[in-house]
């Protein structure tokens, strides 16, 4: 099947779905189960794949209640001939498989490049080998941008990374660009901000910041703010981000561009805390001066201009940021053993 023609993206874009068959890769983490939550309510046949790799955020309780739903595929998309295989027969490719952690990829740059690099071009030539008609939707990162020459930040901004992690999302960006472009395989990208919400990674801190903050409020722990908190993000519910999927999966119109997935108004680091404390009923803060390894890939004020895509596709966040905090506290005061091992002690903050 085809993807819809560009008139039908404001309107049945979730009916598209009905039958199709959908690969969402990196499907047992974050975004990607949530996306396979959406496409199952959406009457689609689902294949998850995930490497499961521990560090990462594959879960299999991500998939609790649909997991009779969807088929999974334990493998690692570095897998050539994995991938050969898995591609095939698929109407559209979510490819959400990565290494998002920018300390991770200071530390171990090479690991990233496999990952973030390597293995989309793994992607992307099983689908132009053994499935040229498919759509791939990529999940690209506001991280491209580094720091941000002006605000709000468009996709016209330049692509300066500060990280190894930004670097290789970016060449994995235009890896999907060009097969778009070139060899006709449709593609596009999703460069996201801040996306928060339920089945997000909590084990370590290394991911992000709002989910340790999340966690440490959930313990009713110390959450320790850099510098003097009044650096500026923007935040997206992760159903929103979820929906900007599957827009883009649906579309003509999104193929070979890349749209900012931001979220509403921008809110600082110490105004995010206070709202999170007081939606938690628990935890504290404290200000501390910046590590310097953090501080030396920080990238500042950043919030995204979100209006390419809304012109394009439709899309538009609507979570309030409040409501988006209370329902993911109260996702994890239910499950948290499934995403915090009851043994562990961490300590650190962000």
Known sequence: MNAASPGRHQGDYREFYRGRRVMITGGLGFIGSTVAHQLVELDARVLVVDSLIPEYGGNLFNI?????????????????????????????????AGQVSHIDS??????????????????????????????????????????PDSLPVTETH???????????????????LVYNNVFGV??????????????????????????????????DREIQIYGDGKQLRDFVYVDDAADAFLRAGA????????????????????DLVDLLISTAGTGRSRYVEWPPEKKAIDIGDFYADSSLIRQTLGWQPVMPLR??????LTFYRANMERYVPTTESTVGAL
């Open 64 to 96: 609790d209640g649909i997991e009779d739903r969807v088929r999974v595929n334990v493998a690692d998309v570095r897998q050539q001939s994995t991938m050969n295989y898995l591609v095939r027969d698929h109407d559209v490719i979510f490819n959400l």
């Open 106 to 147: 200071m530390q171990d740059p090479y690991t990233d490049l496999e990952i973030n690099c390597r293995s989309q071009l793994s992607i992307l030539e099983a689908c132009r080998r053994y499935n040229p008609a498919v759509k791939v939707v990529f999940a690209g990162t506001r991280q491209v941008y580094g720091r």
């Open 158 to 176: 330049l692509v300066k990374p500060t990280d190894v992690n930004g670097i290789n999302k970016a060449a994995g960006e235009y890896y999907h």
């Open 186 to 219: 449709r593609a596009c990208s999703l460069r996201l901000t801040n996306v928060y919400g339920p089945r997000q990674l909590l084990k370590h801190n290394r991911q992000g910041f709002i989910a340790w903050f999340i966690r440490l409020a959930l313990e």
């Open 251 to 270: 579309s003509e119109a999104s193929n070979g561009h890349v749209f900012n997935v931001g979220g509403g108004d921008p809110i600082s680091h110490r």
């Open 323 to 328: 409501e988006g905090l209370a329902r993911t």
